[in-house]
Every structure is written in structure tokens, then in C-alpha cells.
């Protein structure tokens, strides 16, 4: 009789470690998404743009696995903008929900701890909102695959959107940059890099903790340096910070960059007019020839009633590919699902994706403005959709 509650007991313990199996007649992806937290405004555009995808092929009637049709299941667990919680949550969404592959945070710092846990486990992810250069900086990837721009288009772009433009400017740069992986690789290294081969003098540069809401002495000292461009690299809450306190320090710079903060439109909801003219790099807009590319912001906007974000691209189209390498392998075998991934070469709704030796799928750079509440693209030419605000409005 103890022998058989022993047993009992241990394969309780059994399965309380490892959960309930996926259902039968199924296919189970997963992501952890910043659904909370200070980069909640990037990770429900991203819920949108996965669920999407996942709705499209169901609605397709599914994906052929071994000659059947299978619908797929998405499981989405927040992980608070944190990436201890991204670890924790892609490590139960293999050992728990049993997931055969998974889709990716957003920002370096979730992403890539998300992905470090899913090549420990052999278990293929794609990501957007990564930048390719802070992805490829972690390790050789064989099961992590990133569809993003790379920093160094960044870091040049508004160099070389002041050249292409002719703007006039004294040629003063102020870098204000947080202390975060890809703030430190651009705001650190790659824009004081461009400024100087662009013949910029950066008159003031720091670097601040991304939990900090005070920024009224690099502001302070920006400004007396005569700054004509403030690049600025920090999260949504700290960009609309260090705008308002711009304002509040009589201080108009010509020409504000704001990356990664200035991005979503919660930035422009919480500043009103002091967001006019303030630039941000892009990838993506409805206008840009790509596949479904109109199509995909409409139906945003007509089902959540807001304004579309190039996020809702570039989940898609990760979750798109994803959904297409499963379809390719006709295999729940990850391993077959991951070498499909690699062969993808198609045109999305960013545009076309190839992967190269180091997992990455490079999207090219285009500059955007905040004009009247709106992202417009002022550059480069030949994507633009709106003209280019400059100097920069005055707060008065």
C-alpha cells in the first residue's frame, strides 16, 4: 500500500512539474510580451500584430501537419517589461504549455533573454523589435531569428537625412542616452561615430539609468552648450520626460531625435503639441509598397480604433514567417520547423525577409515625425509621405 502512494505521489510531483501536455489536434505557440510596465505601449501592438497572423491562417483552416489540417493556439504571457520575468515565462511556455516554437519581446533586453532560454532549449523564435546589431552581440544564433533594422542605419540616418535635406545647423550635438543595450551601442558608440566622420562636434553626452525621471542638469548643460541637435535613445516614459523638461528649460534645440521612446503613440498622446516636429526612426508605414501593407493598418485601426504603429508590421510579419517555415516542414518537429525558418526568402508586410549567416533579416531605416498627433515620413525621399518640420517648433 505505500509502495502505491508512493507512486501516486511521485507521479503527482511529475505532473505538477511539467503541466498539462499541448491538446491533441493542435499546433501551440508562445510569447511573452511587455503587457505591463513602461513598454506596454510597444507590446500590444505586438499581441495585435501575432494574434493576427494566427487569426489569418485559422481562418485559412489552419496549418497541414502530416497531411491533416491543424488550427494553432497562441499563448501570450506578459512579462511586465521585465527580462527576468521573459526568461521565467519562456521557460514555462516550453516546460508548461508545451509550445513548439515561440515569438519573440520586444527591446534587446526582452528579447534576447527570451531567446537565450529558447536556444537552450533547442526551440526556434523570431522576433522583431530587436535591433540586429544588439541581437547579434549575444551569441552565434542557431535558434533565435531576428527581422529588424540594424543601429548603424540608425545611428546615420538623420546625419544623412541633414546632408540629403541641406539643413543648416552649427553642427552641436548633445547625446542623451540610458544605460540599456541598445542605448548604450547608439548612444554610445555609434552616434558620436557618425557624428564625427560627419564633421559634428558632441559638445555634451550622458548616459542615465532607464528607471530615472530627472533630467534637468544634462538639459541644463546641453543648453548652455549651444546644442543646435539633442539625440536622445530612452524608453517612452523617460523620452516624454526629457521633452517636457526641454520645454520647461526654454530650451529648442533645431533638430530633437527621440529613438525607441518617441516611437509609439503614447508619446504623442501624453505631449500634445510638444511632440510636433520631433523625429524618430522607422521601417515601416501603411504607404510603403509591401504586401498587405494598407490592408494591415486599416484593419488596426477599424478593430481597436487607434492609430497604427509600424509594430504591427513587424509582428506580423514575424509571426508570418513563423507560421510558413511550420507550414513548409508540414512537422511539429522543431528541428525541421527551424531549418524551414532559415530558407525563408518572401516578400511580407515589411517588405522582403532572407535570413543571413547570423539569423538576421535586415529592414531598411526611414525617419518619422510627429506632425498633429500623426507619424509622417519625411525621409528618405523616396518613401516620404509628409514634408519635414525644421527647426523645431518652439513650446511657447
Known amino acids: 500500500m505505500k509502495i502505491k502512494s508512493h507512486l501516486a505521489l511521485a507521479f503527482l510531483a511529475a505532473a505538477l512539474s511539467f503541466g498539462p501536455a ?9 510569447a511573452s510580451l511587455p503587457l505591463s510596465g513602461p513598454l506596454a505601449g510597444f507590446g500590444m501592438y505586438q499581441k495585435w ?10 481562418a485559412a483552416g489552419g496549418i497541414a501537419i502530416d497531411g491533416k489540417k491543424l488550427p494553432v493556439r497562441l499563448i501570450i504571457r506578459d512579462d511586465k517589461t521585465d527580462p527576468n520575468v521573459t526568461a521565467s515565462n519562456t521557460e514555462t511556455l516550453l516546460s508548461r504549455d508545451k509550445v513548439v516554437a515561440m515569438l519573440g519581446s520586444c527591446t534587446p533586453a526582452l528579447v534576447n533573454a527570451g531567446a537565450l532560454v529558447a536556444e537552450r532549449r ?23 531569428w531576428a527581422i529588424f533594422f540594424d543601429e548603424s542605419d540608425l545611428a546615420t540616418a538623420g546625419f544623412r537625412m541633414m546632408s540629403d535635406l541641406g539643413l543648416n545647423t552649427n553642427k552641436k550635438i548633445a547625446i542623451l542616452a540610458d544605460n540599456g543595450p541598445d542605448g548604450q551601442v547608439v548612444g554610445g558608440q555609434l552616434w558620436p561615430a557618425a557624428a564625427k566622420a560627419g564633421g559634428f562636434e558632441v559638445v555634451h553626452q550622458s548616459s542615465f539609468p532607464v528607471d530615472i525621471q530627472q533630467f ?24 516624454i520626460a526629457i521633452r517636457k523638461q526641454l520645454a520647461s528649460a526654454g530650451f529648442t534645440p533645431k533638430l530633437l531625435v527621440m529613438e525607441k521612446g518617441a ?131 518652439s513650446a511657447n
Open 22 to 30: 499541448a491538446a491533441a489536434g493542435e499546433i501551440v505557440i508562445g
Open 49 to 58: 500584430g501575432y494574434e493576427t497572423a494566427v487569426k489569418d491562417v485559422n
Open 122 to 144: 533547442k526551440v526556434p523564435i523570431v522576433a522583431g523589435c530587436d535591433p540586429l546589431m544588439a541581437f547579434k552581440s549575444v551569441r552565434k544564433w542557431r535558434y533565435a
Open 216 to 239: 534637468t542638469s544634462m538639459i541644463g548643460q546641453a543648453k548652455t552648450a549651444a546644442a543646435d541637435i539633442v539625440l536622445v535613445d530612452a524608453i517612452p516614459p523617460q523620452a
Open 263 to 393: 516611437e509609439p503613440e503614447m508619446f504623442a498622446q501624453a505631449l500634445g503639441k510638444l511632440a510636433d516636429g520631433v523625429l524618430v526612426g522607422g521601417y515601416w508605414d501603411p504607404t510603403f509598397r509591401y504586401p498587405g501593407a494598407a490592408d494591415l493598418a486599416k484593419r488596426f485601426e477599424s478593430e481597436t480604433k487607434q492609430s497604427q504603429s509600424q509594430h504591427i508590421a513587424d509582428s506580423n510579419a514575424a509571426a508570418q514567417v513563423l507560421l510558413d517555415a511550420i507550414a513548409a516542414a508540414a512537422s511539429l518537429d522543431r528541428e525541421k520547423i527551424n531549418a524551414a525558418i532559415g530558407r525563408t526568402d518572401k516578400s511580407y508586410v515589411v517588405g522582403p525577409v532572407k535570413f543571413d549567416a547570423s539569423n538576421s533579416s535586415r529592414i531598411p531605416i526611414t525617419l518619422m515625425q510627429w506632425q498633429g498627433g500623426k507619424s509622417v515620413v519625411v525621409w528618405p525621399k523616396n518613401h516620404a509621405n509628409g514634408k519635414l518640420i525644421f527647426p523645431l517648433p
